[in-house]
């Protein structure tokens, strides 16, 4: 699969971004498709997952940090994953990566034998 990660920027605490992850090799169905971070001298850090079971179910997964700020959603048409970021906070700066894995990984893992995309920077400023 590649995974093709972008939407990051810099925006003021308080704003918005979304950022989109576009699978290429692979459909969604059977797999979890995940956003971390990782930001400067700390380990990467789970964000956000979804999994689809069958195609016409999902379930998803947040980071404490991010509930009810961000949300992550998919297109099956364009093959892609969103991470709808709000209410921006200045300790959300870091590079942004998309990962896939099968169903049954970890999500909050960042260890599990994920396929990654390349990073996309946010920077949110105070």
């Known amino acids: 699969v590649q995974l093709q990660a972008s939407g990051g920027g810099l925006v003021q605490a308080g704003g918005s971004l979304r950022l989109s992850c576009a699978a290429s090799?692979?459909?969604?169905?059977?797999?979890?498709m995940g956003w971390f971070r990782q930001a400067p001298g700390k380990e990467r850090e789970f964000v956000a997952a979804i999994s689809w079971y069958v195609s016409w179910s999902s379930s998803t997964n947040y980071a404490d940090s991010v509930k009810g700020r961000f949300t992550i959603s998919r297109d099956n048409d364009k093959n892609t994953v969103y991470l709808q970021m709000n209410s921006l906070k200045p300790e959300d700066t870091a590079v942004y990566y998309c990962?896939?894995?099968?169903?049954?990984?970890?999500?909050?893992?960042?260890?599990?034998?994920?396929?990654w995309g390349q990073g996309t920077q946010v920077t949110v400023s105070s």
């Open positions: 990962a896939q894995g099968r169903v049954g990984i970890i999500p909050s893992d960042p260890r599990g034998p994920w396929s």
């Open positions: 090799g692979r459909t969604f169905t059977g797999y979890t």
